[in-house]
C-alpha cells in the first residue's frame, strides 16, 4: 500500500507529466474505442446509444454538479499547496453535489427531463454519484501536480471498470450500478491516500467561500459547455431513430478523440499556467500558448480531413455496420474538429489566467448560435439531423474563434500569425490532394484509408523532424529533452 501511495503522490517535470498524461490519453482513447466496438456487438447498437447518451451527458455536466470544483480545486491549490481544500471541497461535494444529483434524478423519475428509460433512473443517480466523485478526486491530485496519479486514477475508473462490468453483465442498469459504486469506492480510497482529512475536522469557510466563487462564476459556462457537447444528441432524442443517435453519438466520441492531444495539455496546463501568470511572465506564456494553439489548428486539420474523407469507413470498421445516414453524419460532423479543439484548449489557459468566469461569455454566445441555426434551418425544411450538426458545427466555430479574441485581450499576446496561416493553408490543400490523387485509384476503401492514414503519419513525422518553424522547433526539442 506504501508503494501504491508513493506513486499516487509522484511529482515530475512537467515533461514527464506531459508523456504521463499522453501515454494516459492514448490508452483511455483505445479503451474506450475497444469498448464502443464489444457494446455495439454483443450488446447492441442500441444499448450503444443508450449508454453513450447516459455517459455524455453526465460527464458533460460534471462541471455543473461539481459547481466547478474539477477546476476550482487544482487552480488553487496549485496556488498556495494548501492540502485543506481538498476536504473543503469533499464537504461542498456532499451538501452540494449529492443533492443536485438527487434533484436531476427527480426530475428525470417525474418526466419532466424526458431522456432516459424508466428502468435506468436510480442506476443513473449511482453512476452519476461514482463519475462525479471521480472527477473532483483527479482535480486534488492535479492541484497537488502528482499527474501520475492523477493519470492512473483516472484510466481505471474511466476505463478499467466499465471494461470488467461490461464483459461480465449483459444488463445495462446493473451494470451502471456497479460501475458507479466501484468507482465511488475507488475515489474514497485514494482521496484519503492523498491525505488524511478524517483526522482534521475543522472547515475552512474562506476556502469554501473561495471554491464556490470560482465556481458559481462559471455555472453559466457549464451550463453552456454542456449544451455544447450534448445539446443535438438531447433535442434529437425524439427526432430520430436509436441506431441514428447511435452512430451521432458515435461521430461526436470520434470528434472527442483529440482529447489524446487536449486532454494531457489541459490536465496540466492548469495550475502550472496560473503560476507564470502569477509570475507575471508575459514571454515565457505567450510562447507557451503560441506552440500549443498551433499544434492543436495542425493535428485539429488531420482530424477534420480523416472524418470528412474515410469517416464512414472508420465507424463501419468500429461498429460493424454504417447506414447512409450515419456515414453522412459522420462526413458533416468533421468540420467541427479543429475548433473543437482550439475551443478546448484555449478553455483552459483561460480559466488558469483570471479567477473572472469569462468561459460563460464564450460558450453562452455559442449556444445562442447552435440554437439559432438548429431551430432556423427545420424551420426552412432542412432534415433535423442536418440541422443539429451544423448548428453543433457553428457552435463550436464561434466559441473557438471567441476563445482566441478573449486570451489575445486577457493577456495582451499575439497568437495568430501569418507564418501559421500560411502554413495551415499549405496543410489542407496537401491532404486536399491527397485524398483525391488515392481516391481516383480502384483500390478497396479499407486499403485507401490505411494508405492515406499512412502518408498522413509519414508526412507528420517529416514535417516535425524537418521544419524550421518556431512552434515546430520548440516541440522538437521537449521530446528530445524527455
Not at 442506476?123 to 492541484?143: K, Q, T
Amino acid at each position: 500500500m506504501n508503494n501504491f501511495h508513493n506513486i499516487l503522490n509522484k511529482e515530475m517535470s512537467f515533461s514527464k507529466d506531459f508523456l504521463v498524461t499522453v501515454i494516459n490519453a492514448i490508452g483511455i482513447v483505445i479503451g474506450v474505442f475497444l469498448l464502443n466496438a464489444y457494446i455495439a456487438r454483443f450488446h447492441g447498437i442500441d444499448v450503444l446509444g443508450e449508454y453513450l447518451l447516459i455517459r455524455r451527458t453526465i460527464f458533460a455536466a460534471i462541471g455543473i454538479f461539481l459547481i466547478g470544483m474539477n477546476i476550482g480545486l487544482p487552480f488553487y491549490i496549485a496556488k498556495g499547496k494548501d492540502n485543506s481544500y481538498g476536504k473543503s471541497a469533499m464537504i461542498l461535494f456532499i451538501f452540494i453535489t449529492i443533492p443536485l444529483l438527487l434533484l436531476f434524478t427527480i426530475l428525470i423519475k417525474l418526466r419532466i427531463i424526458n431522456l432516459f428509460l424508466p428502468e435506468l433512473i436510480w442506476p443513473i443517480f449511482i453512476y452519476a454519484i461514482g463519475a462525479n466523485i471521480l472527477n473532483l478526486v483527479i482535480g486534488l491530485y492535479r492541484g497537488h501536480l502528482n499527474m501520475l496519479g492523477a493519470s492512473i486514477i483516472s484510466f481505471i475508473g474511466s476505463i478499467l471498470i466499465p471494461v470488467v462490468f461490461f464483459l461480465f453483465y449483459k444488463d445495462l442498469s446493473t451494470i451502471l450500478i456497479l460501475i458507479g459504486s466501484t468507482i465511488t469506492l475507488l475515489s474514497i480510497i485514494v482521496y484519503f491516500l492523498r491525505k488524511k482529512y478524517i483526522f482534521n475536522l475543522n472547515i475552512n469557510f474562506i476556502e469554501i467561500k473561495n471554491l464556490l466563487r470560482y465556481g458559481i462564476e462559471r455555472i453559466l459556462s457549464f451550463l453552456s459547455q454542456f449544451f455544447l457537447l450534448a445539446g443535438i444528441p438531447l433535442l434529437l432524442y425524439n427526432e430520430i431513430s436509436k441506431t441514428s443517435l447511435a452512430y451521432l453519438n458515435s461521430s461526436i466520441s470520434l470528434i472527442r478523440l483529440s482529447l489524446v492531444i487536449i486532454g494531457p495539455i489541459g490536465f496540466i496546463i492548469l495550475p502550472r499556467v496560473s503560476k507564470i501568470v502569477a509570475n507575471s511572465n508575459k514571454g515565457e506564456l505567450e510562447t507557451k500558448i503560441c506552440i500549443i494553439l498551433s499544434l492543436m489548428f495542425y493535428v485539429g486539420i488531420i482530424g477534420m480531413a480523416l472524418m470528412l474523407f474515410y469517416g464512414p469507413v472508420i465507424l463501419k470498421f468500429w461498429l460493424g455496420d454504417i447506414s447512409r445516414e450515419g456515414a453522412m453524419i459522420s462526413r458533416l460532423i468533421s468540420f467541427s474538429i479543429p475548433l473543437f479543439m482550439v475551443t478546448g484548449i484555449l478553455r483552459s489557459i483561460i480559466d488558469s489566467a483570471s479567477e473572472r468566469g469569462y468561459n460563460s461569455l464564450i460558450y453562452s454566445g455559442s449556444v445562442i448560435i447552435l440554437l439559432l441555426v438548429y431551430f432556423s434551418l427545420t424551420v426552412f425544411g432542412v432534415s433535423n439531423v442536418v440541422a443539429g450538426i451544423i448548428g453543433f458545427n457553428l457552435g463550436y466555430i464561434v466559441s473557438g474563434v471567441l476563445s482566441i479574441i478573449f486570451v489575445k485581450s486577457i493577456l495582451k499576446i499575439k497568437l495568430i500569425n501569418i507564418e501559421l496561416l500560411i502554413t495551415l493553408v499549405v496543410q489542407i490543400a496537401v491532404l486536399a490532394l491527397v485524398f483525391i490523387i488515392i481516391n481516383s485509384t480502384n483500390m478497396d476503401q479499407n486499403f485507401q484509408f490505411l494508405l492515406y492514414l499512412f502518408i498522413l503519419i509519414t508526412g507528420s513525422i517529416l514535417f516535425f523532424y524537418k521544419s524550421k518553424q518556431f512552434w515546430v522547433m520548440q516541440i522538437r526539442e521537449k521530446i528530445i529533452s524527455v
